[in-house]
């Protein structure tokens, strides 16, 4: 690990910022001397249940006392290690319970996903935690900005943590940090990673000798597949220093630095004329007030003839993103509806070509990566320490959860120009052996 990443991690750590964290590592221990469980504390346990809608969850109290809905069968068993953490998930259970299961003062007795996947149907169907959830909203949620200098601040909050983190749970090809796609359900994350990049590059209609603009390129894993296997040329922009350098290397090392040309700036300062322009993972960075103007810079960049894709992490239905992944994890994220997405293509008159929802491919993509990321803990903890470690796992295992209940979709649009006629009678292309 070179000085710059070693930097890079303490800030990482310091930007958590969680206040039960100072003072040193993680400590299963509770910060606070657990008070006698009092007639209050019981009730606010069943006040949270009931905001839930009685879901089969139990809360077990600091003294081992179980709060659970009458005449149902805990499925997971929530341990709180204080009094205080009551409080605090009732003031803002979407910003605190991360906090607190950072901190060591929760603990989930069963599967986590299990439990998120409990706790998002049962938040989802209950009138009484939506009216909490909308005032929430309305008092605390102040996401951050995405102009150029925040755009910066915010990648590098989440991408700029050091390569050698990532290198340990990503694909180990392409360093693919976006969904896979999973033709066949049994193939590898690298086969699947392989067959994403593949299946994107049908949808684009790749020919030898395109030009193709690439927004927010990764660790530079996309742009070197279409390279290789596709004979194009690739200009790709990112605003990550950490993954610019790593895929300036790569490329180096692959004999495709003559074919790839890695780009550390802007989205919104991409030029020259290109016949495809894909982004795959950039979109829910931009953030809705900044859609139009990345239609404009699609507007002026793609030719006549050209073809273009947006693979973007969505929703069904236009609502922030947590609040907790927004303040800890994934600073000025959203995460849009097609609805919302349609800004992007609308006011430029595109024509919206093809639709795919891959959620389910996206949860079991987190499959592999909790796996992966599992089996390094005990090497993250000596980079980092075991709260960063409990951070990652929930916001992992959040992420199934949200894909696989569908709170979370996954959209890959293709669109052309409305002059464009030269389109595809069927889908039978896609669905080529590449």
Known sequence: MNAMEKDIQK????????PSLTGGRYSAEAPYSPSPVSALDRWMARKLLDLLGQPPLAFVLWNGEQISPSGVVPAVRVVLHDSEVLHQLLINPALHFGDLYTAGRIDIEGDLVDFL???????????????????????????????PKDSRDNIHHHYDIGNNFYELWLDREAMQYTCAYFPSPDLTLEQAQRAKMDHVCRKLRLKPGNRVVEAGCGWGGL???????????????????????YARAQAKAESLDGSVEYIEDDYRNITGEFDNFVSVGMLEHVGPNHYRELGDVIDRCLLPHGYGLIHSIGRNKAEPINAWIEKRIFPGSYPPTLREMMEVFETRQFSVLDVENL????????????????????????????????????YLAGSLAGF??????????????????????????????P
Do not use: C
């Not at 800030?11 to 969680?18: E, F």
């Not at 005032?135 to 605390?140: G, I, W």
């Open 11 to 18: 800030n990482r750590l310091a930007s958590l910022n969680i």
């Open 117 to 147: 996947e409990i706790a998002y149907r049962a938040a989802d169907s209950s009138p009484k935690y939506q009216k909490l959830k909308n005032a929430q909203t309305r008092l605390f949620y102040r996401p951050r900005k995405n102009q």
């Open 223 to 245: 742009a070197r597949h279409m390279a290789r296997h596709y004979g194009v040329k690739v200009r790709a922009y990112n605003i990550s220093r950490q993954q610019i350098v």
């Open 359 to 394: 959620r389910l491919h996206y949860a079991k993509t987190l499959e592999h990566w909790i796996a992966r990321f599992n089996r390094h803990t005990e090497k993250i903890e000596q980079m980092y320490d075991r709260a960063f470690i409990r951070a990652w796992q929930l």
């Open 404 to 433: 696989a209940v569908g709170t979370l979709q996954l959209f890959q649009v293709v669109f052309a120009r409305r002059t464009n006629n030269d389109i595809p009678w069927s889908r039978a292309h896609l669905y080529r052996e």
